[in-house]
């Protein structure tokens, strides 16, 4: 369940690499009624939900906290769509001052191999990409979060990770990028050499998925057994796998050490088949009511259960076809138009590849909206199964979940009213506020009403 600053960093390099692999060309949510209460002309639309201007809404926290989160309301989308203007205008100004084409050409001087121009350049170009945009835009998220107290990460420990993740980033990309240019290279692929790198990438993403958990996550976090220090909590998430029918026996439960890094809460299920396993953060087991939990881990397990995982990985395989067609049509068309200026004559040598990174960054940011409401279907999805799967299981699952909404929100100081153009443009969950009104109304068992995922 992510919350907040949209950070943790086991979304964010989940998300980067899966970005990488999909393209190999990224750099990676005062009337006195009761609390929990909605009038009945409040409704929802796509999990967003629309309420009378009398609502006590459910989401609140105390005041301090409170101007803390519309400072950070105000904040995040800066810094979101300030990295976003920033990697056009710092990829541009790499074609515009004539550095990629000068890179190329130095590299040329050094070496006659082909492969050993193209490996360099390809490395040369991801660490641009990372120390000029990413690591800047992470650098200013940081300083922030340990301001408001959501991180605890000292500026050493967050360099070290930087520095695994520009590792990573390279071990991923520098073959990825020399891909793209041969194929653009070979007589039997330079024509459609969108479509071949597609479906070299495609089988890559689900790939990643699998080893995500054993590999990729210990790099960051130290994870050891639950049974070892929460056995209670154990049997109470048994309970939850039981009701769900999701089968991850009790060795494939593990704690995650996060502590050390952060203050948020989180819990969740990662991998698929043989590496799906829980994961549940120690300060989520150690601050967080155990109901609450229950209801964190179900809206977790229902991305499993509902087939999200299945159905991401099929949208991602389309849309990267789709993607790497309209990028190569976009990169041609820059080329065209700018290429003189830039020195690059077509997108078919090196200094073609930042112009591919450039279309790419463009329409990356062009349907991010579709992204973001892709995201918050799945998410406002999960939220509904989530509460019924704990029906049964704690005494009242709507007072659950919108106790859990409270507790995150507060953890990681979400803006109870969001702009909604942020909220529609990219916010990957519905927002706090909108995600505990809907589980305060939400209600199938009474009277006349039926859940939409259990029997009861």
């Known amino acids: ?37 909605v009038p009945a002309n409040s409704g929802t639309i796509n999990g967003a939900v629309t309420v009378t201007p009398s609502l006590v809404l ?105 520095s695994k993740t520009l590792g990573l980033t390279l071990l991923v990309e520098i073959p990825l990028l020399m891909l793209a240019f041969y194929l653009m290279q070979w007589n039997w692929s330079r024509r459609r050499y969108w479509f071949w790198f597609a479906a070299a990438t495609v089988p890559l993403m689900l790939l990643f998925t699998f080893l995500l958990p054993p590999l990729i996550e210990p790099i960051f976090f130290d994870f050891e057994p639950l049974s070892r220090s929460h056995p209670a909590l154990v049997q109470q998430l048994e309970r939850v796998v039981a009701r769900t029918g999701i089968s991850i026996p009790p060795e494939r439960m593990f704690l995650m050490k996060a502590s050390d890094k952060s203050n948020g809460l989180n819990a969740y299920v990662s991998g698929l088949g043989a590496s799906r396993r829980i994961v549940v953060w120690d300060t989520t087991a150690d601050r967080m009511p155990t109901d609450q939990i229950l209801f964190t881990f179900a809206h977790e397990t229902g991305h499993y259960v509902l087939h999200h995982i299945a159905k991401g990985l099929a949208l991602a395989a389309f849309g990267t076809f789709a993607l790497l067609w309209a990028v190569a049509r976009l990169a041609e068309w820059l080329a065209r138009n700018w290429g003189k200026n830039w020195r690059v004559e077509t997108v078919a040598i090196l200094p073609g590849l930042p112009v591919l990174l450039l279309a790419f960054t463009l329409l990356q940011i062009a349907t991010e909206p579709v992204e973001s409401a892709i995201s918050r279907h799945f998410e406002h999805e999960a939220d509904v199964y989530g509460q019924e799967a704990i029906h049964g299981l704690v005494p009242d699952p709507q007072k659950t979940a919108v106790a859990a909404f409270n507790r995150l929100g507060e953890a990681y100081l979400d803006d109870p009213n969001p702009n909604p153009f942020v909220e529609f443009w990219s916010y990957d969950h519905p927002s706090t506020q909108s995600r505990a009104i809907f589980a305060a109304q939400y209600n199938p068992w009474v009277a006349g009403q039926k859940p939409r995922f259990f029997n009861k």
């Open 1 to 37: 369940m992510k919350m907040g600053l949209n950070c943790i960093w086991r979304w964010r390099l989940n998300s980067k690499l899966v970005l990488v692999l999909s393209l190999g060309l990224a750099g990676v949510a005062s009337a006195q009624a009761p609390p929990n209460s």
């Open 58 to 162: 459910p989401y609140r926290l105390p005041p301090a906290k409170l101007a803390q989160a519309k400072a950070l309301g105000k904040i995040r989308p800066l810094i979101h769509f300030g990295e976003e203007l920033w990697s056009v205008c710092a990829l541009w100004l790499l074609l515009a001052t004539g550095s990629a084409t000068r890179l190329s050409q130095w590299l040329a001087a050094k070496t006659s191999l082909l492969w050993l121009q193209t490996a360099l350049f390809s490395g040369l170009l991801a660490a641009c990409v990372f120390v000029a945009i990413d690591l800047p835009a992470d650098a200013i998220g940081h300083a922030f979060s340990v301001h408001y107290g959501i991180s605890v990460e000292a500026w050493p420990s967050w360099l070290l990770d930087q």
